[in-house]
């Protein structure tokens, strides 16, 4: 016959229902998502501005580098489009720094400030399991000892286990209450929280488009002279190119 330890602080009574337990699980893997999603959104956001603001520092030096190229001092209008670009990429490089700003303001910190608040709910859930461990070590001292033989010690013994359970069951009671309660309505609180950041996202980049149309319509205007098709302009570098490859010094060996 073999012999079957007894499992200290496993209780042959289910405290907790499978039902119950289900439930706490299924919420609270719900907001684990949640806690990564928005870790994840949040680092996203961060490199999307980054990017932005690397893309229209880039072009405001482009621009700057064509200025300082020789062929602006020996060609008059090469310098006025030069010149118009640099006025162009500085003012793109403004409404860009504003955009970023605003989503700074409006979605990134927002997304950080709300990260910020699952450290204490995972707290909560550590100090709701630690609650159900001393319950489930409690229950099992009771039940060992109301199997045990009915003497006047073991009974002493019981009532003081008893005494020991029960403010115990009452505080795992207790949070375990207030999660099931509370987990679901912070979920549901995303949607609320969230929602305003994301309209001011979309307001910052609609705004931000529509200055860029404008500033590069007007540059267009303004460089785009000779009202030249992409396909013609590339026919004419191609033609230009020709042109070079024919000098001595650049013909392959």
């Known amino acids: 016959m073999s012999w079957i330890p007894f499992k200290i602080g496993q ?3 289910q405290i907790v229902s499978k039902t119950v337990e289900r439930d706490f699980e299924r ?3 719900k907001l684990q998502k949640l806690e990564d999603q928005t870790k994840k959104l949040h680092k996203d956001m961060k490199k999307s501005t980054e990017a932005d603001l690397a893309m229209s520092k880039a072009a405001v030096k482009i ?3 064509l200025l300082s190229n020789p062929l602006c001092e020996q060609d008059q209008a090469f310098l006025e489009s030069m010149n118009e670009l640099d006025k162009a990429m500085k003012r793109m490089d403004a409404f860009n720094q504003e955009k970023v700003n605003q989503i700074q303001k409006t979605v990134i910190d927002p997304l950080k400030k709300y990260s910020g608040v699952f450290p204490s709910l995972n707290m909560a859930v550590k100090r709701r ?10 229950q099992s001292k009771v039940e060992k000892y109301e199997e045990k033989e009915k003497t006047g010690p073991v009974m002493v013994k019981l009532c003081q286990a008893k005494d020991e359970l029960r403010p115990v069951r009452d505080d795992f009671e207790a949070k375990n209450k207030q999660l099931l309660d509370e987990m679901p309505k912070f979920y549901q609180s995303r949607i609320d929280y969230f929602q305003p950041s994301f309209e ?10 529509t200055e860029m149309h404008n500033i590069f319509s007007e540059l267009t205007d303004k460089i785009d002279q000779a009202g030249l098709t992409d396909e013609q302009r590339q026919k004419e570098t191609e033609a230009k190119l020709s042109e070079l490859r024919s000098l001595s010094i650049v013909a392959d060996d």
């Open 11 to 13: 209780p042959k009574k």
């Open 129 to 138: 399991e630690q609650a159900l461990q001393d319950y489930k070590r409690l």
């Open 27 to 29: 919420e609270y893997e």
């Open 63 to 65: 621009s700057a580098d």
């Open 200 to 209: 001011a996202l979309i307001r910052a980049q609609v705004v931000y488009f």
